[in-house]
Nanobody, 126 residues
């Protein structure tokens, strides 16, 4: 199983980006939850957002709530992270992750996810 994150880039503060996470070898419907994490240089990997595949319920980190939106496209077997009003502190490598057994209280815990993508760099200049 491979998760493929894409869509990162270099943007200015206030701009928008949409990240995509696709899977090969397995359908996202086989997973319970798909999430986005990010990791800045010298920082721990932190939770950004998660979506429960079956009912589309979502959860966001407080730092991105109201600016970022996680969604899924079932026919395209893809999960998106729409990022608006980007700030320099959003600069990081963004990873998608998925797990088939995770419980809701563990969504923000990166160690609770079995499958990870390779990451895509997002850089926001001031």
């Amino acid at each position: 199983v491979q998760l493929q994150a894409s869509g990162g880039g270099l943007v200015q503060a206030g701009d928008s980006l949409r990240l995509s996470c696709a899977t090969s070898g397995r359908s996202f419907s086989d997973y319970r939850v798909v999430a986005w994490f990010r990791q800045a240089p010298g920082q721990e990997r932190e939770f950004v957002a998660a979506i429960k595949w079956r009912d589309r319920s979502t959860s966001y980190a407080s730092s991105v709530r109201g600016r970022f939106t996680i969604s899924r496209d079932s026919p395209k077997n893809t999960v998106y992270l729409e990022m608006n009003n980007l700030k320099p502190e959003d600069t990081a490598v963004y990873y998608c992750a998925a797990d088939s057994r995770i419980i809701s209280s563990s969504w923000p815990n990166p160690h609770a996810y079995d499958d990870w993508g390779q990451g895509t760099q997002v850089t926001v200049s001031s």
